[in-house]
Nanobody, 116 residues
Framework: QVQFVESGGGLVQAGGSRRLSCTAS????????MAWYRRQAPGNQRELVA????????TYADSVKGRFTISRDSAKTLLHLEMNSLTPDDTAVYYC?????????WGQGTQVTVSS
């Protein structure tokens, strides 16, 4: 069964940092491009934030480039997102999934709230 479980969210002040983690199961993690997505308001579409490809290449949305870093631990099927210099615009529910996403298997996400 495909499952993604995100953790690490919380309340952080603007300019602060946060590290998100995701445990993935039911997929060939080592050979799958993995990504972080976020939904900034209920009803909005999820936005692709960062991708790490199975060869290790990383791509980022322009809005987070230079501030966020995606990484993976394939031995532990863990995906991380290191977020620095956070702004209130980064407030969102963050999700991990494959890229392209397995749309039937979104997790609960983890809420990140950045206060000004």
């Amino acid at each position: 069964q495909v499952q993604f479980v995100e953790s690490g969210g919380g309340l952080v002040q603007a300019g602060g940092s946060r590290r998100l983690s995701c445990t993935a199961s039911g997929i060939s993690f080592r050979y799958t491009a993995m990504a972080w997505y976020r939904r900034q308001a209920p009803g909005n579409q999820r936005e692709l934030v960062a991708t790490i490809h199975n060869g290790g290449a990383k791509t980022y949305a322009d809005s987070v480039k230079g501030r966020f870093t995606i990484s993976r631990d394939s031995a532990k099927t863990l995906l991380h997102l290191e977020m620095n210099s956070l702004t209130p615009d980064d407030t969102a529910v963050y999700y991990c999934n494959r890229n392209p996403p397995a749309n039937h298997y979104w997790g609960q996400g983890t809420q990140v709230t950045v206060s000004s």
